[in-house]
């Protein structure tokens, strides 16, 4: 991989890892329904210079409300009553297994060995995870509305087999054109008209760094990097890179907010890792360990 598609890599995983944290210091300011409602709002500004992509509105919808209102809404949520920025980062990848799931169901796709034995040991890690629900740091509902966030993510990804090749930065700017109103209507809603009021009226340097981004560096130039990415080189070769998204998301969250897991999250992270690796590796994992004897 020559050095400027390396260098994107780098900038797509620091930028997905950091973004949890992020999105806490946002949530400090911004409830989570407006928080979505300004982030797609803003990315969606550039449909006046991008041209639509050659999908089918109902497309964008279910892409606008699976990908973006559903994960985003659950996730924003999950953080807001109690989950840390790290284990979010690390939980929220359980959609690579829930992408296999549906992808069987509705697709007919085949499930293989190392997708089994992927789920079986990823988990096992996850209940590891929610065993630690009482820490301090993660709350048991902000564990479950998390995996409903790796679900609707999941959901996204099967979405995006119809969508088929399409401009990239299109479909992330028209597909954003969606979730505004209905993140505006769960905020107007839940949160209320004047915590509404208050956020915007309050919004310190802070609060608008987080808000921009969220919009602009995660979301518009993390995504279009990463199809970019995805056209120049095999899946098998660009995929595993999201492995280290979890690990940057857990030691910024350390570093930054100064979060601290606990042995039982640790060791169940390890196992989520180690899910994810073997759902994407498979077999070729197994036999270098056993080369390694």
Known sequence: MPLKDSLAALIVIVAWGVNFVVIKVGLQEIPPFLLGCLRFALVALAAF??????????????????????????????????MSAGLASLVLQSQAFFTVLIAAILLGERVRLQNVLGMAVAAAGLVL?????????????????????????????????????????????????????????????????????????????????ALIYLALIATTLGYVLWAKLLTRYPVSKVAPLSLLVPVVGLVSAMLLVDERLGALQWLGGVAVMLGLAINVFGLRLLRRGTALR
């Open 49 to 82: 210079f991008v041209p639509r992509p050659a999908v089918p509105w109902r497309l964008l919808i279910l892409f606008g409300m699976t990908l973006s209102v559903g994960q985003f809404a659950f996730l924003f949520t999950a953080m807001t009553v109690g």
């Open 129 to 209: 995870i929610e065993s630690g629900a009482h820490s301090g740091n993660v709350t048991v509902l902000g564990f479950v509305l998390t995996l409903a966030a790796a679900f609707c993510w999941a959901c996204g990804n099967i979405v995006v087999k119809f969508v088929h090749k399409v401009d990239v930065l299109g479909l992330v700017v028209w597909g954003a054109v969606v979730p505004p109103i209905p993140f505006l209507l769960l905020s107007w809603a839940f949160e209320g008209k004047a915590a509404i009021y208050h956020s915007l009226a309050n919004l310190s340097v802070v609060g608008v760094s």
